[in-house]
């Protein structure tokens, strides 16, 4: 039997998700980016696409890429698996029993077919989460009177009180 691994190749932001990419995550830039590695933009993203059913198709406009080598992706393997594994048994709630939902997602994919479904599907999810975050943190013009003193830290914000209560949170104690 054929064993199905994801997250061991290199990922690549390609097209307007690469422009976005690139606006969100600067390298070597701490004042300005909104994460530190790309593959911590590339986690993040899968969540809130999967949190907000955001997804997107593949854009190959001819646009620079943004790649995530495999030895990041190697890296952090735990979390996108784990994360892998949530998306599985979620998606396909309601399509079998619990128990089975569960099983599939702890036993892995087992065909080919299988594997580029949920792979694809992953990553629809993590396009979908770039074009969110893009747009809540840099599209986003905040309010004079959010309480911050500067736009980013007023959009990341904004962020966080749409997936949750951060109402009793303010900026100052932060």
């Avoid at 979390?79 to 048994?89: C, E, N, P, S, V």
Wanted: proline share 3%; charged share 30%.
């Amino acid at each position: 039997m054929a064993s199905f691994e994801f997250f061991k190749k290199e990922f690549e932001f390609r097209g307007k998700h690469a422009r976005m990419a690139g606006e969100l995550w600067i390298q070597n830039d701490y004042g300005r980016t909104y994460f530190r590695r790309l593959i911590d933009l590339y986690i993040t993203a899968a969540v809130i696409g999967f949190r907000v059913d955001r997804k997107a198709k593949a854009d190959y406009a001819p646009n620079e890429s943004k790649s995530i080598f495999p030895e990041q992706m190697i890296g952090a393997k735990e979390d996108l698996d784990f994360i892998m594994q949530m998306i599985m048994i979620l998606e396909n709630s309601g399509k079998m029993a619990p128990e089975e939902s569960v099983k599939k997602a702890f036993r892995g994919v087992e065909t080919q077919e299988e594997f580029e479904y949920y792979r694809d599907l992953f990553h629809s999810y993590v396009r979908g989460g770039v074009e969110e975050l893009y747009e809540r943190l840099i599209l986003r013009s905040p309010e004079l009177d959010e309480g911050v003193y500067d736009g980013k830290t007023a959009n990341v914000m904004a962020l966080l009180e749409r997936f949750g209560d951060f109402s009793g949170v303010s900026p100052a104690s932060c």
